[in-house]
């Protein structure tokens, strides 16, 4: 694997790019790995000033969930939160981050919401989340094997202080 990918997920338990699998004669498994991009440089794990708060909805036919994020920067945070922002997922074989509004991730847990936030932003006459202070991004959506609502403690805000 490229030396930049992170492990997340490897079969089993240890994060090592292996996994031994016995097959029997004409047997077969499914193995699932996971794979995240590092976050770009500049951002810093935010998830301590920032609560996150998601409204889930279902699409039955494809087992999406589509979200709305809403984002409030903590007011013992301190800190304000600039674009770029980041969401990412912990490791998880149910849960999978597909589409920030729409555009396709390459199946890796974590997306880039930088151009949502800013929009929401600009349109509040603001270019930071000062602490104290919401944005609400819609959109986001994930793929849960069993069509369950993932919560919202498994996700990671990534995004530039000021």
Not at 29 to 37: F, L, S
Request: no cysteine.
């Amino acid at each position: 694997m490229p030396a930049e990918l992170i492990n997340t997920v490897d079969a089993d338990g240890t994060p090592d790019n292996r996994t031994a699998v016995v097959l029997a004669p004409g047997g077969s498994v499914t193995v699932d790995w996971g794979y995240r991009i590092p976050v770009a440089s500049g951002l810093a794990n935010v998830t301590a000033l920032a609560g996150l708060n998601f409204q889930w909805r279902l699409n039955q036919p494809t087992g999406w969930l589509i979200g709305t994020l809403t984002i409030t920067n903590l007011p013992s945070g301190g800190a304000s939160l600039a674009a770029p922002f980041q969401l990412g997922l912990p490791a998880s074989t149910n849960y999978w981050l597909a589409h920030p509004g729409g555009t396709l991730d390459d199946g890796v847990p974590s997306l880039d919401l930088s151009t949502r936030v800013g929009t929401a932003l600009q349109a509040q006459g603001r270019s930071a989340l000062a602490p104290g202070q919401t944005v609400t991004v819609d959109g986001v959506e994930v793929y849960s094997r069993d069509r369950s609502a993932p919560p919202t403690g498994l996700f990671e805000l990534w995004a530039t202080q000021q």
